[in-house]
T-cell receptor, first 112, second 113 residues
Framework: DAKTTQPPSMDCAEGRAANLPCNHSTISGNEYVYWYRQIHSQGPQYIIHGLKNNETNEMASLIITEDRKSSTLILPHATLRDTAVYYCIVRALNSGYSTLTFGKGTMLLVSP | DADVTQTPRNRITKTGKRIMLECSQTKGHDRMYWYRQDPGLGLRLIYYSFDVKDINKGEISDGYSVSRQAQAKFSLSLESAIPNQTALYFC????????????FGPGTRLTVL
């Protein structure tokens, strides 16, 4: 799996957009970008994934640069419940049966 | 109702006791997984199952065993619990076509004294 780099922490005001960056400069052509989050002591939650086109679902949007070396997860209107650790993971679509490697992620703190 | 449930949510036990953690899912997924999470070590895979008859060891299976009683149920057992098995345990499921989209249960906090 390609290595990812994320800032350790970010702050966001409630109601504003939270833009979470991820660098993955060694990504291979068959690798997707996945995002998960983990609210304190809860199970990780899948958010979204993409290959090269921008993706949007009910939780977030994923913007992947044209060279695919970085991406941004966007929470359009952050709420206090979005406070969590966000993980960017790069893996081939069906990577075999190995552990999802979550790394250290970005701790997003949403404040009133 | 939650798609992936785990019981118990919290358990305190003593060294040498046998413990079973249970996981049930209503997502209809074929794949099920057991992970443990320790501070600073991230998630580590204990066992995974592709279907009722297919069970595989993960990276840290020693001291654990599993049972896939049905498509929807996957249990993790600690035959003789030891203190370094104190951790947060998560069950997860995934569709057969997408291993990387895993859906996690709420976790079981296990303390072995």
């Amino acid at each position: 799996d390609a290595k990812t780099t994320q800032p350790p922490s970010m702050d966001c005001a409630e109601g504003r957009a939270a833009n979470l960056p991820c660098n993955h400069s060694t990504i291979s052509g068959n690798e997707y970008v996945y995002w998960y989050r983990q609210i304190h002591s809860q199970g990780p939650q899948y958010i979204i994934h993409g290959l090269k086109n921008n993706e949007t679902n009910e939780m977030a949007s994923l913007i992947i640069t044209e060279d695919r070396k970085s991406s941004t997860l966007i929470l359009p209107h952050a709420t206090l419940r979005d406070t969590a650790v966000y993980y960017c993971i790069v893996r081939a679509l069906n990577s075999g049966y190995s552990t999802l490697t979550f790394g250290k992620g970005t701790m997003l703190l949403v404040s009133p | 109702d939650a798609d992936v449930t785990q019981t118990p949510r919290n358990r305190i036990t003593k060294t040498g006791k046998r413990i079973m953690l249970e996981c049930s899912q209503t997502k209809g997924h074929d794949r099920m997984y057991w992970y443990r999470q320790d501070p600073g070590l991230g998630l580590r895979l204990i066992y995974y199952s592709f279907d009722v008859k297919d069970i595989n060891k993960g990276e840290i299976s020693d001291g654990y065993s599993v049972s896939r009683q049905a498509q929807a149920k996957f249990s993790l057992s600690l035959e003789s619990a030891i203190p370094n098995q104190t951790a947060l345990y998560f069950c997860a499921t995934s569709d057969r076509d997408s291993y990387n989209e895993q859906f996690f249960g709420p976790g079981t906090r296990l303390t072995v004294l």
